[in-house]
């Protein structure tokens, strides 16, 4: 069984950086790790992804040069670095696991079988 816990948000101002982290259970290397974030009256959108076995690394477009998505496999933790923060940045961040991840279909959760619970980032302007 997988399990998911997300750590790290916080409340920052414009311009700050926050260091996300999700502690994982019972992953194999065939999973794949995404970050996903939902905004107030907002559906779940996308954010970032990575293979736990290793190899590219995907974004949403305007989190590019910003996020950073990482993963520790001795720790079995990813990371999500967020630098430069913006005020439409606020949302909470959910982990997320993929059991059959190709690097395909990776933006839709609909794909992710396994989330965690959530950790609130709200950034001030």
């Known amino acids: 069984q997988v399990q998911l816990a997300e750590s790290g948000g916080g409340l920052v101002q414009a311009g700050d950086s926050l260091r996300l982290s999700c502690a994982a259970s019972?992953?194999?290397?065939?999973?794949?790790l995404a970050w996903f974030r939902q905004a107030p009256g907002k559906e779940r959108e996308f954010v970032a992804a990575?293979?736990?076995?290793?190899?590219?690394?995907y974004y949403k477009e305007s989190v590019k040069g910003r996020f950073t998505i990482s993963r520790d496999n001795n720790k079995n933790t990813v990371y999500l670095q967020l630098n430069n923060l913006k005020p439409e940045d606020t949302a909470v961040y959910f982990c997320a696991a993929d059991r059959t991840f190709t690097g395909r279909g990776y933006a839709f959760s609909r794909a992710y079988d396994y989330w965690g619970q959530g950790t609130q980032v709200t950034v001030s302007s």
């Open positions: 019972g992953l194999l290397r065939t999973y794949g």
């Open positions: 990575l293979s736990w076995s290793g190899g590219a690394t």
